[in-house]
């Protein structure tokens, strides 16, 4: 079983850059596909990025396309959320997400194995 911590978020202002870290324990990491959401107040959580087990493949939402980008190191069991150019309506909950996966699924209902969130906020 995999347990997974995130860090990294803070306040920034609009046009900055922020690099999120998800900690993974266990020893199937390497199996895991890994994903990035997010959540705003009064919203529901929505996907952000995801790669698969071993970084052959990564999908990115519309809204963050260009500006973020998701990288892992299985060696040392970790995955990264790159984001730059951050703007206002990027303030949300971020939450790292896996799941033993051959693909890398874009809901959050495909994964099973969650961190418990870190706080980004961006000021215009």
């Known amino acids: 079983q995999v347990q997974l911590v995130e860090s990294g978020g803070g306040l920034v202002q609009a046009g900055g850059s922020l690099r999120l870290s998800c900690a993974a324990s266990?020893?199937?990491?390497?199996?895991?596909?890994m994903g990035w959401f997010r959540q705003a107040p009064g919203k529901e959580r929505e996907f952000a990025t995801a790669i698969t087990w071993n970084g052959g493949r990564t999908h990115y939402s519309d809204s963050v396309r260009g500006r973020f980008s998701i990288s892992r190191d299985n060696a040392a069991k970790m995955s990264y959320l790159q984001m730059n150019s951050l703007k206002p309506e990027d303030t949300a909950v971020y939450y790292c997400a896996g799941r033993a996966s051959t693909y890398a699924p874009v809901t959050p209902q495909e994964y099973d194995t969650w961190g418990q969130g870190t706080q980004v906020t961006v000021s215009s």
């Open positions: 266990g020893r199937t990491f390497s199996n895991y596909a």
